[in-house]
């Protein structure tokens, strides 16, 4: 990895402000035509979302070379060339062979010879990758390529789905017929982070979105989930343009509180009192039965494991290992039994009437705020038009899509005004964030429909 960033010129794109890295965003959506780009050497970086390997036919042996003073520097022969170091290595192959034949002799025997010639090191087969990197700037993925006689790489190291990559090269026309009108072809590669294939979810195709809950720290990277935040990232901004443009000041309401705005609602009660009396009552992970503790059993698990692993590795004694296994095996039973018996224990509910808040930590009882208009109603008797963008949340158990436990809620308040200006305001502003979202994620939605990833 290079100490220094290098110096791209001439580029018509313009780079990220703090780097030099070129967002996808600018080559793959630039007003001028991608065709405008062709030969411009840019810096850019993603993670590989779809990759192939395609293998180049084997370069032919070298000619050995007449013995000159030049064999020693073949590049300096050639006036100014680059040589690789696979053109390198290979015009050395010779030289090697000489030497074995020396060190073996007409009188070694074949296996030594063979062993020798084992140790000359063979080059690789060339082979060149194509990548399909995204950053998140858009929905679009730009098609890399990287030829391994160039730019020294594994295809073990960049292939898998979810590798980052940072690399430079030169934007130029697609060398293949397909989706893409242009691709980087890589010069070197400045940065590669390497992924475990096996352990990466989303390598699988068509992963079901239920299953990505599991794992919530690579679920942007989905194209579904990632052209919702897009969407949801205008519609957020649209409505602050709207109430701002209008002379709306933005206020931020508590997310504790202790009102009651609608006075119906199911209510998401905040204490700290519930874990100290439940420690109080019975102790976590102690069976009321028998008095076995489950982290007990779960540590004797683990120690049972590892003596069995030891059994295995020595395969001295077979009879204890026998019972070593039987012994893990009843254990196991057990602590299934405890943990089933605690699941199968009644949820006993805390009814607030019988619980004394003075030792809470605010003293009294608190709630996850369902609605901000009590405040923003205060707040309007003093700022005039105000309004408030934030979670509510409520602890309806109705199981429906038109139920949430947390939603985000654009609440508004006007001082001076009838029920017929909040009427049109509420009109206009539904229309005016409709509209934006129409004009500006048009482009998203075509390419999450066209899109073949979750």
């Excluded at 690789?124 to 995204?134: E, Q, R, Y």
């Excluded at 990632?226 to 649209?238: G, H, P, Q």
């Excluded at 009102?259 to 905040?270: A, R, W």
């Amino acid at each position: 990895m290079e100490s220094q960033e290098p110096q791209v010129k001439n580029s018509p794109v313009l780079p990220w402000m703090y780097t030099n890295r070129v967002p996808l965003k600018t080559i793959l959506e630039s007003g001028d035509g991608e065709t405008g780009l062709i030969g411009t050497t840019v810096v850019v970086g993603g993670w590989v979302k779809s990759s192939k390997e395609v293998k180049k036919e084997p370069l032919p042996p070298p000619q050995s070379p007449p013995p000159a003073a030049a064999d020693a520097f073949p590049a300096a022969s050639h006036g100014t060339k680059d040589v690789n170091c696979v053109e390198i290595l290979q015009s050395r192959i010779p030289f090697f062979r000489t030497i074995i034949r020396v060190l073996g002799g007409s009188a070694s025997s074949p296996a030594v010879r063979q062993k020798l010639e084992s140790l000359i090191p063979k080059p690789p087969p060339p082979s060149v990758f194509f990548l399909d990197i995204n950053d998140g700037s858009c929905v679009s993925s730009l098609r890399v390529v990287i030829d391994s006689a160039i730019v020294p790489v594994s295809a073990g190291q960049i292939l898998p789905t979810g590798t980052c990559i940072l690399a430079q090269g030169v934007l130029g026309n697609p060398s293949a017929v397909g989706k893409q009108t242009i691709e980087l072809t890589v010069e070197k590669i400045l940065h590669v982070g390497t992924v475990e294939q096996d352990k990466y979810p989303l390598s699988r195709k068509r992963l079901p979105l239920d299953s990505l809950r599991d794992y919530p720290h690579i679920r942007p990277r989905t194209t579904t989930v990632a052209s919702v935040a897009r969407i949801r990232n205008t519609l957020d901004f649209a409505s602050h343009t709207f109430f701002q443009n209008r002379g709306f000041l933005h206020v931020q309401v508590p997310i504790m509180t202790t009102t009651d705005p609608e006075g119906f609602s199911e209510k998401f009660q905040v204490t700290t009192l519930l874990g100290e009396t439940s420690k109080k009552e019975s102790p976590i992970g102690v069976s009321d039965a028998d008095g076995v503790n489950l982290e007990t059993v779960k540590a004797a698990i683990q120690e049972k494991s590892s003596l069995v692993e030891q059994l295995k590795r020595s395969d001295s004694n077979r009879e204890a290992l026998a019972a070593a296994v039987q012994d893990l095996k009843k254990t196991n039973e057990l602590a299934q039994q405890i943990e089933t018996r605690e699941k199968s224990k009644p949820v006993t509910a805390v009814k607030p009437d019988l619980v004394s808040f003075n030792a809470d930590f605010f003293g009294r009882q608190i709630y996850l705020t369902v609605s901000g208009r009590l405040h923003l109603e205060s707040y309007a008797c003093a700022l005039g038009h105000v309004y408030s963008f934030g979670p509510r949340f409520r602890a309806d158990k109705t199981v429906s899509a038109k139920h949430v436990a947390e939603m985000w809620t654009v609440e508004a308040e006007m001082a001076f005004a009838q029920l017929e200006v909040s009427l049109c305001i509420i009109k206009v502003q539904a229309s005016y964030v409709i509209s934006w979202s129409c004009q500006i994620n048009i482009s998203i939605l075509l390419s999450f429909s066209s899109s073949s990833s979750p």
